[in-house]
């Protein structure tokens, strides 16, 4: 069985400062995980995703994501935050033979002056 | 290039009433996807279709029925709707059924059961 836990569902921070979204994953097989993010009344975008070719993944609008096994960690970060940042976003691992995906249950952002 | 594309983009039901929720996609994608989203509790998949011909039940079909009507588009059904099914649908598709592939997803449909 697979499944995802997002630490928080609220995050606040100020207009240039960092983002660390917290995503705990749990998983029978090698997983592959993603980042994807949904801008108010929108469907949901890509971000990233780790499919076992590099721990540290870059995606879309500077974030990035570090698959950490040893933690069962997969945590989205931004060095410096921008308003246009403000949305939810969700962590989702796929594992298995087939593109089932589970979602967490997201994090808000929300990104002040 | 439009990518996937739902309609309608908001419905009000009474309980019992039917309806259908379109969805198309023009990336020559072979599989499909119908979630529901509702407040805290992420994305859960209703019903999927790997390839064209083809649908199977996902996390929670109950209530729902799906039609591939072919490659293009991938509807979903409320026989008899309950305010239970109020919610966010989105349809999404992918090129083929591997784990690492992304999913390209709808605006979405806001359904709304009195």
Redesign the interface.
Same mark, same amino acid.
């Given at each position: 069985a697979q499944s995802v836990t997002q630490l928080d569902?609220h995050v606040s921070v100020s207009e240039g400062t960092p983002v660390l979204l917290r995503c705990n994953y749990s998983s029978s097989y090698s997983p592959?995980l993603?980042w994807?993010v949904q801008h108010p009344?929108? @469907?949901? #975008?890509?971000l990233l995703?780790y =499919?076992s070719a590099a721990t540290l993944v870059k995606g879309i609008n500077g974030f990035e994501a570090e698959f950490k096994k040893s933690e069962t960690s997969f945590h989205l970060t931004k060095p410096s935050a921008h308003m246009s940042d403000a949305a939810e976003y969700?962590c989702v691992v796929?594992?298995? @033979?087939? #593109?089932?995906?589970v979602?967490? =249950?997201?994090t808000r952002l929300l990104v002040s002056p | 290039n439009a990518g996937v594309t739902q309609t309608p983009k908001f419905q009000v039901l009474k309980t019992g009433q039917s309806m259908t929720l379109q969805c198309a996609q023009d990336m020559n994608h072979n599989s499909m996807y119908w979630y529901r989203q509702d407040p805290g509790m992420g994305l859960r998949l209703i019903y999927y279709s790997a390839s064209e011909g083809t649908t199977d039940k996902g996390e929670v079909p109950n209530g729902y029925n799906v039609s591939r009507l072919n490659k293009r588009e991938f509807s979903l059904r409320l026989e008899s709707a309950a305010p239970s099914q109020t919610s966010v649908y989105f349809c999404a598709s992918t090129p083929g059924t591997g784990r690492q592939e992304t999913q390209y997803f709808g605006p979405g449909t806001r359904l709304l059961v009195l």
């Open positions: 569902s592959s993603f994807y009344n929108k @469907g949901l #975008q890509l995703k =499919t969700f796929s594992s298995g @033979g087939f #593109q089932k995906l979602f967490g =249950t997201g | -």
